[in-house]
């Protein structure tokens, strides 16, 4: 069970928005950093500040272990086989664009097919969309059920033999609808495909174990997992990065350069050229060591449970339309909803002047947002500090939009 008083680790949340007290409903954006990872990132700048791997002093020293360190807790943490296997990038965007224009580029030919869904983040469409373009491919959509999940018929009708790559999210930012990922795994795989998981939303709020899944490449951040921006994973089997080629070249990647060429270092630091993002590792070292101690199991499970609450409350509001499975058992800790004829940005605004912090918009997921016939969405996704309170703020925050623009209209 989640400490209520959780909240006391995040300062942010100690503060009032419009003469009200914070609540923070956008962690599917990013989430709140708890102060053992403000900390972890102050006694890095303060005490270790040095550049990594080159340096023989103890500065130079205690870096490298603190960077290394991060390294070895996000391979315990994802369940990865090896330390090689995990490389440090700025986020999962990059992550899914170094998959695509490396593992990409050197094994899709004309022809072949790249299969993605509808509810895809942008960062898990354009990178495709690109590598298509270039290498004559076809991209391909597997369409989406009524409810906005996903079904292995649908999979196995658009895996094919010529099918290079399988790329989809574990958890749907827009929905909440958490994918088959393992079963969707095997059919790749049963095809000669290669499986890619944006695991951006998943591995901050449930058990992720890349073994299990058996997928190929995993992405994830660490701004929404209580970790800094700027910090991201990407996760590949051993095999498959070894074959790999970078697609940055400078320093701490090279091995040795002569005048005409030049050999790269093993893995994982061949795909992490110039300075790494050392005080961004360190800090995902401590936010992964702050989600160990709360756990993961009952992060999910505080989650889901708040999602059901929250379609309990919503579905209270007259002309309010909630999207995706009316199961909450289906979905995981976010809940997406418009108030009939007012735009969501209009009534994110006026949650914002009751301190309440939503995220309206097409989400960065535009094909999803035309599969759904909308333009826009409002978004209220929950984290661990999140409490039922909280969602009875977001209910008569609602009730007072819908007020408002009924007596404006």
Not at 26 to 48: C, G, H, M, R
Request: glycine share 8%; hydrophobic share 40%; with cysteine.
């Amino acid at each position: 069970m989640i400490n209520p008083e959780i909240k006391r680790y995040f300062p942010i949340l100690n503060q009032e928005i419009n003469g009200h007290p914070l609540v923070y409903l956008d962690s599917a954006a990013t989430s709140q950093k708890p102060v053992q990872v403000i900390e972890a990132l102050k006694n890095y700048y303060e005490l270790d500040n040095s550049n990594v791997h080159r340096g023989v002093h103890t500065l130079g020293n205690r870096a490298t272990e603190s960077y290394e360190g991060a390294r070895e807790k996000v391979r315990k943490f994802i369940n990865a086989a090896s330390t090689q296997e995990i490389v440090f990038t700025r986020g999962t965007t990059t992550t899914l664009n170094t998959i695509a224009a490396s593992y990409g580029r050197a094994n899709v030919q004309e022809g072949d097919e790249i299969i993605i869904t509808y509810v895809e983040h942008h960062s898990n469409i354009i990178p495709w969309q690109q590598l298509a373009k270039e290498r004559g491919a076809v991209l391909k959509y597997i369409d989406l059920e009524e409810d906005g999940t996903i079904s292995l018929e649908r999979v196995r009708s658009a895996v094919t033999g010529n099918t290079k790559i399988v790329s989809m999210m574990y958890v749907s930012n827009v929905l909440g609808t958490m994918n088959p990922i393992k079963e969707v795994t095997k059919i790749a795989h049963e095809n000669g495909a290669v499986m890619v998981v944006d695991g951006a939303q998943a591995a901050p709020h449930m058990k992720v174990d890349v073994q299990d899944l058996d997928c190929d490449f995993f992405a994830f951040s660490g701004h929404k997992m209580c970790g800094p921006t700027g910090i991201g994973v990407l996760y590949g089997k051993k095999d498959l990065l070894n074959a790999m080629e970078p697609i940055e070249f400078g320093g701490e990647m090279i091995d040795f350069v002569g005048l005409y060429d030049s050999t790269w270092k093993e893995l994982p630091w061949k795909f992490e050229g110039g300075t790494p993002i050392i005080a961004g590792a360190v800090g995902l070292g401590a936010a992964i060591d702050f989600l160990n101690e709360i756990g993961l199991d009952e992060i999910e499970k505080h989650e889901h449970e708040l999602a059901a609450y929250a379609m309990e409350r919503l579905s209270e509001i007259d002309g309010l339309s909630i999207y995706g499975p009316a199961d909450p058992g289906k979905r995981a800790g976010i809940v997406t909803f418009n108030i009939n004829d007012v735009h969501p940005h209009d009534v994110a605004t006026v949650l914002d002047m009751n301190g309440i912090a939503v995220r309206a918009g097409h989400h960065c997921a535009q094909p999803l947002m035309k599969w759904l016939e909308v333009t826009a969405t409002a978004r209220a996704s929950f984290y661990m500090y999140n409490d039922k309170s909280d969602i009875d703020r977001l209910t008569e925050g609602l009730r007072t939009a819908k007020e408002y623009f009924s007596d404006v209209f």
